[in-house]
């Protein structure tokens, strides 16, 4: 026998035939203008598939170059320091005056790297400026350090009467302040004083 040779089949209304019986009105076989419509066919189909495929890189593209652009490589400010609250500036004021009315006892200069002493005072501003009370609240035992820091605190008041929003439930404004004693006994108060010696 033969070999068998695979056939082809396209259905009409009523008959089933191979498709190289079948010939177009103008003589060629019909199978001939098929294989034409294929080729067309398959080459119009690899071409939507590149066009396809270029419209997605073109699409990535575009979404990565108009994505949201972050920080990087922005160096932001440093952040500003808070500014001073009215206690802090009303303390100021009040060791502005202590160190006008010091004179002599004051230290014109820097305060030495090794300090002698160092008396912490806490005392209490009235609404009217008057120092209605003040203690040691915290210091190394030199009496007559304390006793200096003390006698310059009381010779400065009154003080300027404070803002009333400083002023406690009992009508007056606590401040704690502290004295810087050189070995020559001249002091600098804190909120006022210049860098310690070997301290930048």
């Known amino acids: 026998m033969p070999p068998h040779r695979a056939t082809r089949y396209i259905f009409a209304s009523e008959a089933i035939m191979p498709l190289s019986n079948i010939k177009n009105t103008d ?9 034409t419509r294929n080729l067309r066919g398959a080459g119009m189909r690899a071409a939507t598939f590149a066009a396809c495929g270029l419209a997605l890189l073109l699409g990535a593209c575009a979404i990565t170059e108009e994505g949201p652009k972050g920080p990087l490589g922005i160096k932001l400010p440093p952040p500003a320091e808070a500014p001073p609250s009215a206690l802090e500036l009303y303390k100021l004021q009040l060791a502005t005056r202590i160190t006008e009315t010091s004179g002599r006892e004051v230290n014109p200069g820097r305060p030495q790297a090794l300090l002698r002493s160092i008396v912490a005072l806490e005392y209490w501003v009235d609404r009217e400026g008057n120092i209605s009370a003040v203690r040691v ?11 200096v820091a003390v006698t310059s605190l009381r010779r400065a008041g009154p003080f300027p009467p404070p803002n009333r929003a400083l002023v406690d439930s009992s009508g007056r404004v606590r401040v704690v302040e502290t004295w810087l004693f050189n070995n020559d006994g001249r002091f600098q108060l804190r909120s006022v004083a210049s860098p310690q010696i070997g301290v930048e």
């Open 27 to 35: 003589g060629h076989r019909a199978h001939d203008g098929l294989k």
């Open 137 to 147: 609240f915290r210091g190394n035992g030199d009496r007559e350090a304390e006793k």
